[in-house]
Nanobody, 118 residues
């Protein structure tokens, strides 16, 4: 199983970025997909999830600014981030949660760094 995130980078406050996470080795369409983030000295924070039925859920800290979506044909989940703030600076990780018959599994990607300058 591989989850490969991309799209991170340096952006000014108020700007936008779109993160992508391509999955392989899983039946993508049956998994809940999500994004978490972690900045130095803090615990990993759940940012957004999207169910297999494409129902999104967001952390209060990013609600109204970020949008999660998925393309099952491409086995890819996206995170559109608008109106970015310096406090959004973190390493963003995508993950997959679900079961293909042998119990629930969680798979994590290696992360992509987002830096928002003030």
């Amino acid at each position: 199983v591989q989850l490969q995130a991309s799209g991170g980078g340096l952006v000014q406050a108020g700007g936008s970025l779109r993160l992508s996470c391509a999955a392989s080795g899983i039946i993508f369409s049956i998994y809940t997909m999500g994004w978490s983030r972690q900045s130095p000295g803090t615990q990993r924070e759940l940012v957004a999830t999207i169910s297999s039925g494409s129902v999104p859920n967001y952390a209060d800290s990013i609600k109204g600014r970020f949008t999660i979506s998925r393309d099952n044909a491409k086995s890819t989940v996206y995170l559109q981030m608008n109106s970015l703030k310096p406090e959004d600076t973190a390493v963003y990780y995508c993950y997959a949660f679900g079961s293909e018959g042998s119990g629930n599994q969680v798979y994590w990607g290696p992360g992509t760094l987002v830096t928002v300058s003030s």
